[in-house]
């Protein structure tokens, strides 16, 4: 079964430095989503991307992130200026259709911890 | 903003025991409704989900789930968990007023006792 992949599974970063997170989503997927989860807390939305734009962001999603999808198949998450707050799981997601009868399939996430 | 609550932060049971674990969800109109788990070190998999017709949906691994819309509830089920099942469980709903994105409760987490 086709999964969606994410790497690093652990990225360590010092406070202040930019991270770039990358995923690959499933191959016939044209929806494309990062959700965060603090340690503890329940899974977050943070943005949503369709036709190589955004579509929908939370107010977590501020100036310090982007996303992109640099080559047809990675879709990445950058945050600018890491803060200590940021450090939590980040699950990539994707799915065929938008919330009609297409669930959303998520990768393994990758634990991002800032020092 | 629309919201989805689980009833139990952590449910212990013994092999053999049946399960309930609640879900409500905040009136939103038209919703979907899944229930994802995460296994230890593991991403989140679909365990069901339900977009119309029969309110009683079946799973994977023996899990069942039933949407009650005047309660606003999608409870997940199973009559006999197994160890195997110790796992954190996610209510997610989405729809025409929950935006593009899946809105999660915040777990409950089931620890299956040998």
């Known amino acids: 079964e086709p999964e969606v992949t994410q790497t690093p599974s652990h990225q360590v970063t010092q406070m202040g430095q930019e991270v770039i997170l990358r995923c690959v989503p499933i191959s016939n997927h044209l929806y494309f989503y990062w959700y965060r989860q603090i340690l503890g807390q329940k899974v977050e939305f943070l943005v949503s991307f369709y036709n190589n734009e955004i579509s929908e962001k939370s107010e977590i999603f501020d100036d310090q992130f982007s996303v992109e999808r640099p080559d047809g198949s990675n879709f990445t998450l950058k945050i600018r200026s890491t803060k200590l707050e940021d450090s939590a799981m980040y699950f990539c997601?994707?799915?065929?259709?938008?919330?009609?009868?297409?669930?959303?399939?998520f990768g393994d996430g990758t634990r991002l911890s800032i020092l | 903003a629309q919201s989805v609550s689980q009833h139990n932060h952590h449910v212990i049971l013994s092999e053999a025991a049946s399960l309930e674990l609640g879900c409500n969800y905040s009136?939103?109109?038209?919703?979907?409704l899944f229930w994802y788990v995460q296994y230890p070190g593991q991403h989140l998999q679909l365990l069901l989900k339900?977009?119309?017709?029969?309110?009683l949906v079946k799973g994977i691994k023996g899990f069942e789930a039933e949407f009650i819309k005047s309660k606003f509830s999608f409870n997940l089920r199973k009559p006999s968990v197994q160890w195997s099942d110790t796992a954190e469980y996610f209510c997610a709903v989405n729809g025409e007023n929950y935006g593009q994105n899946f809105v999660f409760g915040p777990g409950t987490r089931l620890s299956v006792l040998p």
């Open positions: 997601a994707s799915s065929e259709g938008l919330y009609s009868n297409q669930p959303q399939h």
């Open positions: 339900y977009f119309s017709g029969d309110p």
């Open positions: 009136y939103g109109g038209t919703v979907n």
